[in-house]
């Protein structure tokens, strides 16, 4: 199986480790730097190859926008994954001018990641292999499928804030196992709220549980990351 070099170019902890479990989460990526700012990120290009970065717009020292003015202008080979706060038209327009793989806009959810991870591997199997494209081929990594969540989301009366909310945490947190009362402490809901996002993880195969005998009392499931 091929693999890809990520770098990860945050300087919000937080964000940036949400970023390495979702990029941990598929084994042909291999993260091999994290950084703070573009220039950091600029110096560790200058002298190790790199095929993919997942960057923020706004950062101290080097913004994402002269990251990528400065890849272009040195010719990294490399390709980009904005992940930021910034959603302003003039904004975005100036990023995609840039080219490239695909922007979004925080929060987001780790289905909506995974379509822009998809994308990046699909352009790079296509790009590396000799047959000629047909407009379908194009279509498939010019305009991928938007996530299938949203409507299955809106059928259950969950909110997709909501749910990235609790996404982040489960993320922050990925060797615990939590319960319910736990996440809902952590993360300003009830219980019962909790209780019905984490059934819709489960349905989805993002989380497992098991069932924890040692509250001495009624039996408590407990999740985490699978």
């Known amino acids: ?18 970023n390495r479990q979702y990029l941990q989460s ?22 190790n190859p790199v095929d993919l970065a997942v960057i923020d717009y706004y950062m101290p020292v ?24 910034a ?12 080219g490239i793989v695909d922007y979004l806009v925080k929060p987001f959810t780790f289905e909506r ?14 790009l590396h292999s000799e047959a000629q494209l047909s407009q379908a081929e194009l279509d498939k990594i010019l305009s991928p499928k938007p996530a299938q969540s949203t ?9 997709e804030q909501t749910l990235t909310m609790i996404q982040n945490y489960l993320c922050e947190h990925p060797d615990v196992y939590l319960s319910s009362n736990e996440i809902a402490g952590k993360v300003g809901l009830s219980r019962i709220t909790v209780r019905r996002y984490m059934n819709y ?3 989805n195969h993002e989380i497992v549980s098991q069932v924890d005998y040692s509250t001495g009392g009624r039996p408590s499931i407990k999740y985490r990351k699978s």
Request: charged share 25%.
């Open 113 to 126: 990641f995974q379509i822009a991870i998809e994308k990046y591997l699909s352009m790079k199997k296509v």
């Open 151 to 159: 409507q299955q989301l809106l059928e259950k009366g969950l909110q």
């Open 87 to 98: 959603n302003h038209v003039q904004e975005i327009s100036g990023i995609l001018q840039l």
């Open 201 to 203: 993880l489960l349905e």
């Open 1 to 18: 199986m091929k693999t890809y070099k990520v770098i990860i170019v945050e300087d919000d902890p937080m964000v940036a480790s949400i």
């Open 26 to 47: 598929n084994p042909s990526l291999v993260i091999v730097g994290e950084f703070r700012n573009g220039q950091d990120a600029i110096l560790f290009l200058e002298k």
């Open 62 to 85: 080097m913004d994402g926008r002269e990251f990528i003015l400065n890849c272009r202008e040195r010719q990294f080979p490399i390709s980009i994954i904005m992940i930021t706060a």
